[in-house]
């Protein structure tokens, strides 16, 4: 998704959770996935060309890495291995079919009733992201281009499957499930977290913050 989404979503998501300055290397790890030398070979940080297998196991390897950073001490860099965590599940809905998997199966529904692991949606054979077709992809992300190389793309192209804009199907969809999920990831990540770490790593005390034993009913 596009910067700003990036940063309101993990704010929304984890700002009731986390202290201002935990927040802030959390978004700056979070938008540093995006750099330019990410864009490229880098798909599984964006779910991009069916990176499923990789992109999951990038998800977890972060999960894994955050926590030995917070046992050890490392908070900023258990914030930095957690925000790129968020980034790469926010992309997911953003860069997959998942949205439209989810609305054929709740149609009616408003983008805040998405569920953003839904099983039979995420089990779905027909789960895949956009491809990217270079040389003519490039051409997309030059805005007077994009009208231009948009119907010149397939279905299945990045270009025609992103929803990293409000101007693209489905946006508001992806960005409620982005954000769903990110709050998810953090509760997930609390169950293993001891209460003085869960305080180290957020920065400040949650005494008064729920941390639900199923994230999933978040
Ligand atoms: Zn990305």
């Known amino acids: 998704m596009n910067t700003p989404y990036h940063i309101s979503m993990t704010g929304e998501a984890l700002g009731p959770y986390f202290s201002p300055v935990a927040l802030k ?4 790890a979070n938008l540093g996935q995006d750099s330019l030398g990410y864009q490229f070979a880098h798909d599984h940080f964006h779910f991009d060309n069916n990176s499923f297998v990789a992109g999951y196991a990038y998800v977890e390897t972060c999960r894994q890495n955050t926590i030995l950073a917070i046992r050890a001490g490392q908070v900023a860099l258990a914030r930095a291995e957690f925000g790129r965590l968020t980034h790469t599940v926010q992309d997911f809905y953003a860069h997959t079919n998942y949205t439209a998997l989810w609305r054929e199966l709740h149609p009616g529904a408003t983008p805040e009733q ?41 279905k299945d192209s990045h270009a025609q499957m992103n ?13 409620s499930a982005a954000t769903h999920r990110t709050r998810v990831e953090w509760l997930r990540l609390a169950e293993s977290l001891t209460d003085t770490e869960k305080t180290a790593f957020t920065g400040q005390a949650n005494s008064r913050t729920q941390f639900p034993s199923n994230p999933e009913k978040v």
């Open 114 to 154: 998405i569920d953003p692991l839904f099983e039979s949606c995420m089990t779905d054979p027909r789960l895949h992201s956009g491809r990217l077709y270079y040389p003519l992809e490039i051409l997309y992300f030059v805005p007077f281009l994009r009208e231009w190389v948009l119907p010149r793309l397939p």
């Open 25 to 28: 290397q959390i978004i700056a």
């Open 163 to 175: 929803k990293d804009e409000p101007s693209c199907p489905d946006f508001e969809y992806a960005r």
